[in-house]
C-alpha cells in the first residue's frame, strides 16, 4: 500500500487574472479537494518564473493564506513549481525559498515562454535543465514532470505522435543515475501509462529505489482526483512507501 501523496496541486487564484477569466481555487479549497479526493499528504504550489502572469506578490499572497490562522497546516505543505534554467538554478531560488518560508520547491520545465518550436530542441532543453539541477541545485527536492511538455508539440501539431521513444536512451539513463545519486524525487505527473518506454521508465525507477512523489498538477479543484489514479497504479506496479517522498519535518 501506498499513502496517497499530492505534493503539486496549483492554488490558481494566486495569478493575474484577464478581466473574463473564471477565477482559480484558493489554497484552502484545493487542499479540501485533495482531501476528498484521499490524500493523506498534501502540498499547495504555484508557478515561480518570469511570467507576467505570476508575479512574486501572487506566491507572497498564497504564503499569507497558507500560514493565516484558519488554515489547517496538519499534513499540508506550502511549495513552489519553479522554472529551472539551462544551468539547472531555480527561479525561486534560497532568497525567495526563505522569503516564502516554504517547505519544498518543485523543479519543472516549461515550453510556453520559450518559444521552442522544434521538438529535439525541447528535449534537449529538458534533459539539460533536468540533469544539472539534479547535480547542482541543492533547491529543489523535486523534479516536475519530467518530458511533460512533450505532448504540447504533438497538439499544436509541430510534430507526429508524441511518446517517451523520441527521448534518446542514454539521457533517460543519465537522470535515472542522478536522481538516484541526488536523492531528489522524480515525480509521476502527466503519465501515459500506455506508452511502453514510460512504463519501462517508471519501472526503473522502482528497481532503483529511487524517491518518487506524486502530482496531480491539478489548477482546479476537480482534478485532484488524478493523484488517486497515478497512485493506485504505481501500487500496481509494486512501488514501494519506503522510497514515497515526504517532507523532512
Ligand atoms: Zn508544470
Ligand atoms: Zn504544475
Not at 8 to 23: G, N
Amino acid at each position: 500500500m501506498l499513502v496517497q501523496s499530492d505534493y503539486h496541486i496549483h492554488a490558481s487564484f494566486y495569478r493575474i487574472k484577464a478581466p473574463d477569466a473564471v477565477i482559480g481555487p484558493a489554497a484552502a479549497e484545493q487542499l479540501s479537494a485533495a482531501r476528498n479526493a484521499g490524500s493523506c499528504f498534501v502540498g499547495i504550489v504555484e508557478h515561480c518564473n518570469a511570467s507576467p502572469k505570476h508575479p512574486f506578490h501572487c506566491l507572497e499572497e498564497l504564503s499569507e493564506e497558507y500560514y493565516g490562522p484558519d488554515f489547517d497546516r496538519n499534513k499540508a505543505y506550502l511549495g513552489v513549481e519553479a522554472d529551472l534554467a539551462d544551468d539547472g538554478s531555480d527561479y525561486c531560488s534560497p532568497v525567495g525559498r526563505k522569503q516564502l518560508k516554504l517547505h519544498y520547491v518543485i523543479g519543472s520545465v516549461h515550453i510556453l515562454s520559450e518559444k521552442i518550436s522544434e521538438l529535439n530542441a525541447y528535449i534537449d532543453m529538458e534533459y539539460r535543465r533536468i540533469s544539472n539541477a539534479l547535480k547542482y541545485n541543492d533547491n529543489v527536492e523535486i523534479i516536475g514532470h519530467p518530458f511533460g511538455e512533450g505532448f504540447r508539440f504533438e497538439k499544436s501539431g509541430a510534430s507526429p505522435r508524441w511518446s517517451w521513444s523520441l527521448i534518446p536512451e542514454k539521457y533517460l539513463e543519465d537522470i535515472l543515475r542522478l536522481a538516484s545519486e541526488s536523492g531528489k524525487a522524480l515525480e509521476i505527473n502527466r503519465c501515459d501509462f500506455e506508452d511502453p518506454v514510460y512504463l519501462d521508465f517508471l519501472k526503473r525507477i522502482r528497481d532503483g529505489k529511487i524517491v518518487f512523489s506524486v502530482g496531480s498538477d491539478a489548477h482546479r479543484t476537480q482534478n485532484t482526483g488524478n493523484a488517486a489514479i497515478r497512485t493506485r497504479m504505481l501500487e500496481k506496479l509494486g512501488f514501494s512507501e519506503d522510497h514515497h517522498w515526504r517532507v523532512k519535518e
